[in-house]
């Protein structure tokens, strides 16, 4: 059995042969950057406030449900039905990772809201804050778990095996709670890999965040090197997974022997180049958040086929072990012509939405420099004013002085109104649009990295 089979069309199933995809993808990255640069000049994303949902009576009874699902799911990969019966290399691989991102960009966080280990932590009445609580390593734990997460789905042998399946949730059970009982329940939101990327694909999501785009804004709970890092290591893999599938790696492995450390190699040296690219290319601006619509855009398309085919493939093997839906198939064989529509569709939006949002994020940066930079400049025109005020008149420095010691409260007034220019000043430049030139000479290297990324994705879906 192999449910991860995906990928359903290749070049010739495009509407349009595949160079004039690639330079429409270019075009659509230019065109959106062009228009930014023009129409959006000042920042306009930021200040987004989350939605609250009232969760009260339904939320503990789902939190339940996907409680008992999952430790149903393990009990039976490990002594339920072996071989492709058994419904838990669905239930890992389709419904969690990719059933997840699309679920995630409609509703929110929804798996921090229903995650099984933290009702877990909470059934077994674990300290909340953690017998040694303290934030540790930032991201990097999820990072490293999604790493041995896509290499256990990409890589490792044997991995649609049930029994290798419920033995890996049982350790990953296992290490997740017992760091949550050291660092306290929060671990989940930086060590649980799952967590993490619904968390991601959530500021996508309109119900959550009722202005358009404004939780890819939003300041995260840990920001960093690391939270990078996990958007690559998810990207990457992806990236990877397409690569991996073309008769020119097939080939390669072939001639090089050894496939799982060759896999795993090229795993690691693709999601670390995506990581230095994203850095290097940047520069100083963070644009993680701009990555977020890309890898969901590339990841749905990718995985487009897998989820329409597989995942109620895995329902209807879940409720047969149950004698329900005896005889009942799902064979549906998508059209390729419109799963490659859809695929390239996802993926230039994807794209959009990235310009958009690392746009404005630039905005926002380049507004912070004026405001910086307008206030080193009013310190230093200051500073002068004083020096040849006293130059100019001693017996007023003098004058000050007396004044200064005999009562302090003056000067507590006469702080007061440069604080108000300064408070006035922080509001100016952020109003003020920026010169095009400027922003287009600030953000061309961001979007020729773009463009690269749109062909790679574009290349590596459809020429297999």
């Known amino acids: ?77 490990l002594l339920g039905p072996a071989g492709g019966t058994n419904p838990a290399a669905y239930a890992i691989f389709v419904w969690l990772w990719v059933g997840l991102v699309p679920l995630s960009v409609v509703s929110g966080p929804v798996w921090r809201a229903v995650n099984p280990l933290r009702t877990l932590f909470r059934v077994l009445r ?28 990409l890589v490792a042998p044997g991995r649609t095996e049930p029994r290798v399946i419920g033995w890996c949730l049982v350790g990953y059970a296992v290490a997740q709670l017992g760091m949550a009982a050291l660092r306290g329940e929060e671990w989940f939101a930086r060590g649980d890999c799952f967590e993490v990327y619904s968390s991601l694909a959530g ?44 008769p020119v790696w097939a080939g390669f492995v072939q001639r090089a022997g050894h496939p799982a450390v060759v896999a795993t190699g090229a795993l690691v040296l693709i999601c670390a180049g995506v990581l230095l690219a994203v850095r290097r290319t940047a520069g100083g601006l963070d644009v993680t958040a701009s990555l977020i619509p890309i890898a969901v855009g590339y990841t749905l398309a990718h995985y487009l086929s897998l989820l329409i085919v597989a995942a109620p493939r895995g329902v209807l093997l879940l409720g047969q072990q149950w004698g329900l839906w005896a005889g009942v198939g799902w064979n549906v064989v998508p059209i390729p012509g419109v799963i490659a529509g859809a695929q390239v569709a996802l993926i230039l ?104 990324c749109t062909w790679a994705g574009l290349f590596l879906l459809f020429v297999r």
């Open 1 to 77: 059995m192999r449910p991860l089979a995906h990928g359903v069309g290749g070049s010739s199933d495009l509407p349009l042969p595949l160079d004039l995809v690639l330079q429409a993808g270019a075009a659509t990255v230019v065109l959106s950057f062009l228009i930014a640069a023009l129409w959006w000049t000042t920042p306009r994303l930021g200040g987004g406030v989350p939605r609250s949902v009232r969760t009260a009576g339904w939320l503990p009874v789902l939190r339940g449900l996907v409680l008992l699902l999952s430790l149903y799911l393990v009990g039976n990969a």
């Open 349 to 452: 939006a994807g794209h959009v939405v990235g310009v958009i949002v690392a746009h404005d994020a630039a905005l926002a940066g380049g507004s912070r420099r004026s405001l910086v930079s307008s206030r080193v400049a009013g310190d230093g025109s200051s500073v002068a004013g004083d020096v040849s005020r006293v130059a100019g008149d001693g017996s007023s420095v003098a004058g000050d002085v007396s004044r200064v010691a005999g009562d302090g409260s003056p000067v507590a007034g006469d702080a007061s109104p440069v604080a108000g220019e300064a408070i006035g000043g922080a509001a100016r430049p952020a109003r003020q649009a920026r010169p095009v030139l400027v922003t287009l000479a600030d953000e061309l290297p961001l979007v020729l990295f773009m463009i690269g």
């Open 203 to 246: 500021r996508l999501s309109p119900v959550r965040w009722p202005r358009p785009l404004s939780g890819l804004a939003a300041p995260f709970p840990v920001a960093g090197v690391g939270l990078t890092a996990f958007v690559a290591v998810w990207w990457g893999s992806t990236v990877f997974d397409s690569a991996s599938g073309s």
């Open 126 to 153: 674990l300290p909340a804050a953690g017998l040694r609580p303290g934030p540790g390593w930032g991201m990097w734990p999820a990072v490293g778990w999604l790493l041995a997460f896509v290499w256990f789905e």
